[in-house]
């Protein structure tokens, strides 16, 4: 099952479907949780580590829909491509000790194990659906509880390794593409704004890396002193918002700036069809080109889906599952080259 995650060209967030596809690409629902029995992954050993990971691989062993699998059994470069597929955080694909995640066939549902936490719940979508997530992932977590016993505290309610965790454990984050915002220069003053109102906006793959590609993640920074149904809400109002500010920018740019609008679009898939020689940097702000290009209706050969799966195929580690072999940075290049011209063909 896992085989075919690791190596299919789309995933659940490039599906181009749900609310606001042209501009949000992604939703997640997460839940943080701990084992009361257990040191908690910042004190805990080997041994203990061991125990965690088998104890969660029993509660699984029968399900008909999550099958567990162990990171040591993963080599290094496809735990990278789950980490280029938002499946499993940069931080949970080192060390592969005593490591795991449970996930369904699809990868809509992911369960990473001795991450931060024993456990964090993730439920995926694309576009804009965080009520449905939240529904599936809080069934997820009953139906865990059912087996598990959770370290909770009436006072500060689940209790995490990092505090910032604490009560729900829930984070909600939302994958947007905002160039109208970047490009009319509005961009930092409203995720300056944003941070302000315990907002936390972060780049492609989430804590402490960069905004590539003009792609912003916008979640929740408090877990504490809040229910799900408010964090939920507060998410979803915020998503509407930059929604709303996003789709007047770039109507915006369509009136007063529409042939140089239209002619960076032609041009990034005019570059995508045919360089030779294409970094994963370029490639990003290449593809951002293109999917505003077709938002606006300035590109109408293509289709969202195809535009969204290209975010994936730029990506070092998928081009060498790809490929099949390891590739230095100037060969990857060479190849991501090649995909696209085949894929925009």
Excluded at 22 to 46: D, G, H, M
Excluded at 151 to 162: I, M, N, S, V
Aim: hydrophobic share 40%.
């Amino acid at each position: 099952m896992i085989r075919n995650l690791i190596e299919e060209p789309h995933t659940i967030w490039t599906q181009g479907q749900g609310q606001f596809p042209e501009i949000v690409l992604s939703s997640r629902v997460r839940l943080a949780r701990n084992l009361a029995q257990f040191p908690f992954p910042l004190k805990q050993t080997e041994v203990t580590a061991k125990a965690v990971l088998e104890h969660l691989e029993k509660t699984v062993a029968n399900d008909r829909e999550l099958r567990m699998y162990k990171f040591i059994e993963l080599p290094e470069l496809e735990r990278q491509v789950l980490v280029e597929k938002h499946i499993i955080s940069p931080d949970h694909a080192q060390k592969p000790e005593n490591k795991g995640l449970i996930i369904n066939k699809e990868g809509s549902i992911s369960i990473m194990l001795n991450e931060e936490d024993h456990l964090r719940i993730q439920c995926f979508a694309s576009g804009l659906q965080l009520d449905d997530l939240w529904n599936t992932a809080d069934k997820i977590d009953d139906e865990m509880e059912e087996k598990l016993t959770y370290a909770f505290d009436e006072q500060f309610g689940y209790l995490t390794c990092c505090p910032t965790n604490l009560g729900t454990g829930m984070r909600v984050s939302v994958m947007m593409h905002l160039p109208g915002l970047v490009l009319t220069g509005q961009g930092g003053r409203i995720l300056t704004q944003l941070s302000q109102l315990g907002i936390a906006v972060r780049g492609l793959f989430g804590e402490g890396t960069e905004a590539l590609g003009n792609l912003f993640q916008v979640s929740n920074q408090i877990t504490l002193g809040q229910n799900e149904e408010e964090i939920l809400s507060n998410i979803n109002g915020v998503a509407k918002k930059i929604v709303a500010q996003e789709q007047a920018a770039r109507d915006y740019l369509v009136q007063n700036a529409g042939l140089q609008l239209e002619d960076k679009a032609r041009r990034a898939y005019g570059i995508l069809t045919n360089a030779k020689i294409i970094s994963s940097q370029e490639a990003l702000n290449l593809i951002s080109d293109l999917r505003l290009g077709k938002a606006v209706g300035m590109i109408d050969s293509m289709e969202f889906k195809l535009i969204n799966e290209l975010y994936l195929l730029c990506q070092p580690a998928y081009l060498q599952v790809l490929a099949k072999r390891k590739m230095d940075s100037q060969a990857r290049d060479i190849k991501r080259a090649e995909i696209f011209k085949e894929k925009l063909a």
